[in-house]
């Protein structure tokens, strides 16, 4: 996430296209795909993509369309791509590949874009056009019975205790605060940990459990409001969520207030996942772009109101635990660009997290 990044204005565009799904052949199929850019900069984007079946159950999916503009997935997460020249081919994960009647699954990637970025003008899924409607093709022969029960929606549970490190590219890009944590808890002997996301560890200089949800440029109100994170809990099942977001929702001047509402739907999520789930949420790192002169100060607002918020969301079996990521902090020393952390800007978040996670996973 550059400062550039920091600057996107989240643009959405939808497409209701309905198509068929593979099916027996007298079993009715249709789906709708709603595309949504969810930010962009210059350069590049979020993006989102919903399938709605609205015909009879499938077991297995691939969603297909071309760019209109030359755009390149650079990153994708809840199911496999596969690109060639404008030609855009999308598999599911395999925990995601049950999609019963008028249910949703989705899947969301970043992207590269040069002179525009189109939205794509149609979709295929599993070979078949999207066509406008669910239809039932005529025939003799009794259907297949699908599946009644479907591929399970989550990996099987470990005997490890599973932490999701949330947010945006503070968290993930390359988010080297996650390796030094990892390698404390090691040291300490708490090697109980395993970090889960469905993005993939960066280098950071030595090896470790690298997976995470700290996704480049995005906005917690557009996770929210785009319900992006259940599909992320259904693939990775965390017992912990470490949740540092609402950088890029400042940036974008969302009041605190705003910002509160997303995370507590974020919250409800999160135990509807797992009505157990520890959560620690951060009041976030100061923030001095030279571009953003009120960036500082609506920081400073927002992580006022976290801890009283925070206070009315906990409960018994479901603690929010406030980590402050804010004091002691330098913008001036701890980052290269008023925004992301250098190696003491890391070491500084490392430090912060630790007394939280070890308590929360003993």
């Known amino acids: 996430m550059s400062p550039r990044k920091l600057l996107a204005a989240a643009a959405a565009a939808t497409l209701a296209g309905i198509g068929l799904l593979a099916a027996p052949a007298s079993a009715a199929a249709g789906c709708r795909v709603a595309y949504t850019v969810t930010s962009q900069w210059p350069g590049g984007f979020g993006a989102s993509v919903a399938i709605t079946n609205l015909g009879d159950p499938v077991a297995g999916w691939t969603l297909a369309f071309p760019f209109p503009s030359g755009q390149t997935i650079t990153q994708l997460w809840n199911g496999a791509v596969s690109q060639s020249g404008a030609a855009v081919s999308v598999r599911d994960a395999g925990y995601n590949a049950a999609i019963g009647t008028n249910a949703t699954t989705s899947f969301g990637f970043n992207g590269a874009w040069t002179s525009a970025n189109g939205v794509p003008a149609s979709f295929t ?40 490190p949330l947010g945006d590219s503070i968290t993930g890009s390359p988010g080297c605060w996650r390796a030094l944590l990892w390698q404390r808890l090691q040291q300490a002997g708490q090697t109980q940990v395993d970090f889960v996301g469905t993005l993939p560890a960066q280098g950071c200089g030595f090896a470790y459990d690298g997976e995470n949800e700290g996704h480049g440029g995005f906005l917690a109100t557009n996770v929210a409001d785009q319900n992006q994170l259940p599909g992320w809990l259904a693939a990775t099942s965390p017992d912990v969520v470490m949740m540092h977001f609402g950088t890029n929702d400042v940036w974008n001047n969302r009041s605190p207030a705003t910002i509160l509402a997303a995370f507590t739907k974020l919250v409800g999520q999160m135990r509807a996942s797992n009505p157990r789930m520890k959560i620690l949420v951060a009041q976030i790192l100061p923030m001095a772009p030279g571009n953003c002169a009120e960036c500082g100060q609506r920081v400073i607002d927002l992580n006022a109101a976290i801890p009283a918020w925070a206070a009315a969301t906990t409960t018994a079996a479901s603690p929010v635990t406030v980590v402050d990521q804010w004091t002691g902090f330098n913008t001036a020393t701890d980052t290269p660009d008023g925004v992301h952390p250098n190696d003491s800007g890391n070491q500084k978040i490392c430090n912060r997290w630790y007394p939280a996670l070890s308590a929360a996973i003993s």
């Open 125 to 164: 899924l599993n070979g078949v056009t999207c066509t406008g409607g669910v239809t039932t093709p005529p025939t003799t022969t009794a259907p297949t019975t699908p599946p009644t029960t479907p591929p399970p929606t989550t990996p099987p549970p470990g005997t490890k205790v599973r932490v999701m």
